[in-house]
């Protein structure tokens, strides 16, 4: 070899390589490379300390079934008879106390249609005799309201009192006008 080739421009030739034949070592195949040799690993078990004392149930992992609930939170209930009129008591499984539902309650609202019939018959039963069927209906609602429970009976009373009320001024009006019309004697 000549001095010129084994000169510092050589090194720098063989510097500069370094990186390309690193990366073409990476690529190599598995089966090239030479492997380190494997750590050897020694296990065993062993018995338990006497510090330790074993639990004697299982444990209770989280979201488990621990018992207390005999249907899902959204499974329908099971009636043995269902009466409108009687109060029903369900009894809570988890704790075991009994529940009683509020009763169901018809809407309120029949005494106070039938005096507002009462009241529209009454006045226009002052000019007219035709309002005898508004007049009717408020009597008929008022009389049915004191029936429930749920009505307010001042109320009824005052649907029957105007209803009635008006159905004497319509019929005032209507025996008046049948006399006039040479219907009545």
Do not use: C, K
């Not at 390589?17 to 070592?25: D, K, N, R, S």
């Not at 330790?52 to 005999?70: D, M, S, Y």
């Amino acid at each position: 070899m000549t001095e010129r080739e084994a000169g510092p421009e050589t090194d720098a030739a063989d510097a500069s390589a370094q990186p390309i034949l690193a990366a073409t070592e990476a690529l190599a195949p598995e089966t090239a490379r030479p492997r380190p040799p494997a750590p050897t690993v020694l296990t065993s078990v062993e018995a338990p300390s006497t510090d330790v004392e074993t639990p004697v149930a299982e444990a209770v992992l989280p979201g488990t079934h621990r018992g207390g609930f005999t249907r899902p939170p959204t499974a329908p209930l099971a009636l043995a008879s269902f009466d409108a009129n009687e109060p029903r008591i369900e009894l809570v499984p988890a704790t075991g106390t009994s529940v009683a539902p509020i009763a169901a309650v018809r809407p309120a609202n029949l005494a106070a249609i039938g005096l507002g019939f009462a009241v529209v018959g009454l006045i226009a039963s002052f000019v007219v005799g035709l309002a005898l069927p508004i007049a009717l209906s408020g009597l008929v609602l008022g009389a049915l309201s004191l029936r429930r429970r749920a009505e307010s009976r001042q109320m009824a009373i005052w649907a029957i009192a105007l209803g009635a009320l008006a159905v004497i001024y319509s019929a005032g009006w209507l025996a008046w006008a049948a006399y006039r019309a040479g219907w009545w004697g």
